[in-house]
């Protein structure tokens, strides 16, 4: 149907836009304001064509997370507020995309820096002057250990795939290192992730020991928890796992449960005083829930960006929130974990600027660094 023109306010979806769009044309806009801004990361989309496309006065784009994998997803978003301010993509990505993604150029962030942050309101929960009723947030680095089983495996599996790296090029090596990449981290997750067996014992793996042991303790204090995990695969072992082990049932959050499912899954966590334990999967839970009714969240494989893991967290710890939240990262000591970790801190800059990238890096390593890194 037509627009309702003589409204203030027009509330609309990205896909009602992209539908619309010659509609939306017809009217020149005071202000256009976008939420969850990364939906317009890639420029090349018709949902971001169709954005960037509406004529306005002017511009706002709110997202906890400018920059998910590549710094032209900034350059994309900047693209919508101010349309030409970073020049050219090409040009943007010879200038600043490149020397910093590849070679870390510290000049090269500085100036981005300076050139970006005039446009840039920044909220931090940190500062009390803006959330005054916020409790703590506490965040600590849980350290596991390989199992004999996942030591030998995750042995077997790097030398097989450092051989098949070392003997390509171009594409079928960086495809080799994201494939190397997936099975490691599920041979650290469980090696049942891996193996697709039906041996889901604890004992097996040390990182799902780890997380069952934070669940134990949080259960005895009558508290809730978040456990996030990429794998929606993962997931599902680990509400079989938490069933066999502690026999306590868990709700599963995840992207290819039904918008009305999802809503039952969050309603029964937020008020039903017997669910205590919901696990999400990154990609569905990232952003848009309110789940103040965990105090506790377990991140159970790391995730590249930081600001991807933050915005996780922040289902919890958001206004609404009473309690201090806890915040366990699970890094499994001796395997690439440990170093990817060391590298995301190692980063604060780029991670504070949301600039920070991580598997299109590693894809770019000579062999004596990826053996370094594994």
Sequence with gaps: RELELDKDIILTTYALLRIDIEKFNKQEWELVIIDEAQNIKNPDTAQSIAVKS????????????????????????????????????????????IPIERNNEEDKIENLKKATSPFILRRLKTDRSIIKDLPEKLVMDEYCYLTKEQAALYEKVLQESIKSIQNATGISRSGNIFKLITSLKQICNH???????????????????????????????????LIFTQYKEMGDLLVKIIQNELEEDSLFFHGTLPRKRRDEIIEEFQNNEQSKIMIVS??????????????????????????????????????????NVMVHRLVTIGTFEEKIDEMIKSKKQLADMALYTGEKMLSEMSNQELMEIF
């Design 191 to 225: 090696p049942a992730h891996y193996t697709k067996t039906d041996k889901l014992t604890r004992e097996l793996s040390g990182k799902t020991d780890k997380a069952l042991s934070i669940v134990e303790n949080v259960l005895e204090q009558n508290e809730k928890v």
């Design 54 to 97: 509406l004529k306005s006065k002017g511009h706002i784009a709110m997202t906890g997370t400018p920059m998910e994998n590549r710094l032209t997803e900034l350059w994309s978003i900047f693209d919508f507020i101010n349309k030409g301010y970073l020049g050219s993509i090409s040009s943007f990505q010879k200038k600043y995309a």
């Design 282 to 323: 990154l990609k569905a839970g990232g952003t848009g829930l309110n789940l103040t009714a965990a105090a506790n969240v377990i991140h159970y494989d790391l995730w590249w960006n930081p600001a991807v893991e933050d915005q996780a967290t922040d289902r919890t710890y958001r206004i609404g929130q009473t309690k």
